[in-house]
């Protein structure tokens, strides 16, 4: 155990002498401002980490009240695997200024640094700290700050120091000083803090986010700020966030606007979802999705992923529920669906009054039924009960729609994990297309393939990723870099909507 422990220390240490290239920043004549980022490049022993962490997390990584928005448990936000982050920019803070690598995440909204004061979390000495002494525009705020992260979290207190991004400087903005940052997340991380560019509704301790204040104190041309993401592997240019506008060399045509719909995260509506042209039924009554620029992966419900998976070959969990399911009462839920019964209808799953299979099929419960077996039993046959909807609606045979549906029972995902494929096989693997707006959005495998290595050593893994969020925020997609990067993201803030065209 103590040479692994001493080999990893040394592998780690020697990743941390490894330079990051500097960002840029310009101010454009149209009166926007541009901030490039930089681009980490996939490695092993980060997504080793990643691996390792989310499976440490178990099922604690999402809480039930995971998704409550500002309330009593206002310092409750969604820790994305922040290892599998691309794409960082600079910002300082402080007279004179003090340099900061930090994630701009549209899935949070407060920013926050290391704090000189971090004496005991060993991932701050491995990171850029403010030095709250050595700035002559620091004004002391001291409210205590925290922010869990499933069983993790970060703790501190708030400040107020004048932020520059780019050359645009925030006075006074309100952030927080991180003096404890357990875990791996932190310690492994290329970034230094997070910028969020969420809504404030999501902010914790209600504090004012550093858009809000860009916006209200005229900094900006336009309340919009715009992603664009490069996904080139060879070219060392990250990507760029356009504040107060949008660049038309940074997209192609059109973009197609959704309005948002709940504030907090940018969140909006999305039609239905295809797999290589064939509509999967699961979003055909509209779904929820947030475009998030703070992960590089996709996530969905283990419905839809384990669909997916299936279509790509990816690796997965042999499920011996969801076999029992299809095996014992497969026929009996084909004629269940036929005329509007599920799960329940068969006694696998207990109905409440309020609980139902996904898509609007309708649960029932005779008078006579005994109820709820397991958990795990019922979860497997609302999933079934979904792909076999999907296959009716394609008109496929009892036998086929069994045999199918036995076949996803052996891709079922891990949740919050990446899924191994075979990098031979990405060439043949299928567009996966995301309806929104009216308009198809299409993922190529070269979209969601991640490629780690080179030669006979590549490794290959799905970008897709399963998460299961309880109503009534879920269930819910969140898009991320995989989207983002096809896709040039608007967010439009003034106009409380969200818009995606082909990125140039």
Same mark, same amino acid.
């Given at each position: 155990?103590?040479?692994?422990?001493?080999?990893?220390?040394l592998v780690?240490?020697?990743?941390?002498?490894?330079?990051i290239?500097?960002?840029?920043?310009?101010r454009?004549?149209?009166? =926007?401002?541009r901030?490039?980022?930089?681009?980490?490049?996939?490695?092993?022993?980060?997504?080793?980490?990643?691996?390792?962490?989310? @499976?440490?997390?178990?099922?604690?990584?999402?809480?039930? #009240?995971?998704f409550?928005?500002?309330?009593?448990?206002?310092?409750?936000?969604?820790?994305?695997?922040?290892l599998?982050?691309?794409?960082y920019?600079d910002?300082?803070?402080?007279?004179?200024?003090?340099?900061?690598?930090?994630?701009?995440?549209?899935?949070?909204?407060?920013?926050? +640094? /290391?704090?000189?004061?971090c004496?005991?979390?060993?991932?701050?000495?491995?990171?850029?700290?403010?030095?709250?002494?050595?700035?002559?525009?620091?004004?002391?705020?001291?409210?205590?700050?925290?922010?869990?992260?499933? =069983?993790?979290?970060?703790?501190?207190?708030?400040?107020? $120091?004048?932020?520059?991004?780019?050359?645009l400087?925030?006075?006074?903005?309100?952030? +927080?000083?991180?003096?404890?940052? /357990?875990?791996?997340?932190?310690?492994?991380?290329?970034?230094?803090?997070?910028?969020?560019?969420g809504?404030?509704?999501?902010?914790v301790?209600?504090?004012?986010?550093?858009?809000?204040?860009?916006?209200e104190?005229?900094?900006?041309?336009?309340?919009?700020? &715009?992603?664009?993401?490069?996904?080139?592997?060879?070219?060392?240019?990250?990507?760029?966030?356009?504040?107060?506008?949008?660049?038309?060399?940074?997209?192609?045509?059109?973009?197609?606007?959704? /309005?948002?719909?709940?504030?907090?995260?940018?969140?909006? #509506?999305?039609?239905?979802?295809q797999?290589?042209?064939?509509?999967?039924?699961?979003?055909?009554?509209?779904?929820?999705?947030?475009?998030?620029?703070?992960?590089?992966?996709?996530?969905?419900?283990?419905?839809?992923? =384990?669909?997916?998976?299936?279509?790509?070959?990816?690796?997965?969990?042999?499920?011996?529920?969801?076999?029992a399911?299809?095996?014992?009462?497969?026929?009996?839920?084909l004629?269940?669906?036929?005329?509007?019964?599920?799960?329940?209808?068969?006694?696998?799953c207990?109905? #409440?009054?309020?609980?139902?299979?996904?898509?609007?099929?309708?649960s029932v419960?005779? #008078?006579?039924?005994?109820?709820?077996?397991?958990q795990?039993?019922c &979860?497997?046959?609302?999933?079934?009960?979904?792909?076999?909807e999907s296959?009716?609606?394609?008109?496929?045979t009892?036998e086929?729609?069994?045999?199918y549906?036995?076949e996803?029972?052996?891709?079922?995902?891990?949740?919050?994990?990446?899924?191994?494929?075979?990098?031979?096989?990405?060439?043949?693997?299928?567009?996966?297309?995301?309806t929104?707006?009216?308009?198809?959005?299409?993922?190529?495998?070269? $979209?969601?393939?991640? @490629?780690?290595?080179?030669?006979?050593?590549?490794?290959?893994? &799905?970008g897709?990723?399963?998460?299961d +969020?309880? /109503?009534?925020?879920?269930?819910l997609?969140?898009?991320?870099?995989?989207?983002?990067?096809?896709?040039?993201?608007?967010?439009?803030y003034?106009?409380?909507?969200?818009?995606?065209?082909?990125?140039a």
């Amino acid at each position: 155990m103590g040479t692994r422990f001493q080999s990893f220390l040394l592998v780690f240490l020697l990743s941390c002498l490894i330079l990051i290239s500097t960002a840029s920043c310009e101010r454009n004549g149209d009166g =926007t401002i541009r901030i490039g980022l930089k681009k980490r490049k996939l490695d092993r022993s980060n997504r080793l980490a990643s691996q390792l962490f989310l @499976k440490n997390r178990g099922e604690s990584w999402f809480p039930k #009240d995971h998704f409550r928005l500002n309330d009593a448990n206002a310092d409750m936000v969604p820790l994305k695997n922040y290892l599998d982050a691309q794409y960082y920019g600079d910002i300082t803070i402080g007279t004179p200024p003090q340099k900061f690598t930090v994630i701009f995440d549209t899935g949070s909204s407060n920013l926050w +640094i /290391p704090s000189t004061k971090c004496y005991l979390s060993v991932a701050c000495y491995f990171h850029s700290k403010y030095k709250a002494s050595q700035s002559s525009t620091y004004r002391k705020n001291g409210k205590p700050a925290s922010i869990r992260y499933g =069983t993790g979290a970060i703790a501190g207190y708030f400040s107020y $120091d004048d932020v520059k991004v780019g050359d645009l400087v925030v006075k006074e903005q309100e952030f +927080i000083e991180a003096t404890s940052e /357990p875990g791996i997340t932190f310690l492994l991380a290329k970034f230094d803090g997070i910028l969020g560019l969420g809504f404030k509704e999501i902010s914790v301790g209600n504090s004012t986010p550093v858009w809000y204040n860009m916006v209200e104190k005229g900094l900006v041309k336009e309340p919009i700020f &715009s992603f664009w993401l490069n996904r080139n592997p060879q070219d060392p240019e990250g990507g760029e966030i356009v504040f107060g506008g949008v660049d038309p060399k940074h997209f192609k045509g059109e973009h197609t606007y959704v /309005p948002v719909t709940h504030k907090g995260y940018w969140q909006f #509506d999305m039609g239905d979802l295809q797999i290589a042209g064939k509509p999967t039924g699961y979003c055909a009554k509209g779904c929820s999705a947030i475009a998030d620029s703070g992960t590089s992966l996709l996530t969905g419900p283990s419905t839809v992923i =384990t669909m997916i998976n299936h279509a790509i070959g990816a690796q997965g969990i042999v499920s011996r529920e969801c076999k029992a399911v299809v095996d014992q009462y497969g026929k009996t839920m084909l004629n269940s669906l036929l005329a509007q019964k599920v799960c329940s209808q068969i006694g696998v799953c207990a109905f #409440d009054g309020t609980d139902s299979v996904s898509m609007g099929i309708q649960s029932v419960v005779d #008078d006579g039924a005994s109820g709820l077996l397991n958990q795990a039993m019922c &979860s497997a046959c609302q999933m079934a009960a979904v792909w076999m909807e999907s296959e009716l609606t394609q008109n496929q045979t009892q036998e086929r729609i069994l045999a199918y549906a036995a076949e996803l029972c052996d891709h079922i995902p891990t949740q919050n994990q990446q899924s191994a494929v075979d990098c031979e096989k990405v060439s043949s693997m299928p567009i996966v297309s995301f309806t929104i707006g009216g308009r198809t959005f299409d993922l190529s495998p070269q $979209d969601y393939i991640f @490629k780690i290595g080179e030669g006979v050593e590549t490794q290959c893994t &799905s970008g897709f990723t399963a998460m299961d +969020i309880p /109503p009534p925020r879920g269930p819910l997609w969140i898009l991320g870099d995989i989207f983002m990067g096809p896709y040039h993201t608007v967010f439009d803030y003034g106009k409380a909507r969200v818009g995606f065209a082909k990125a140039a």
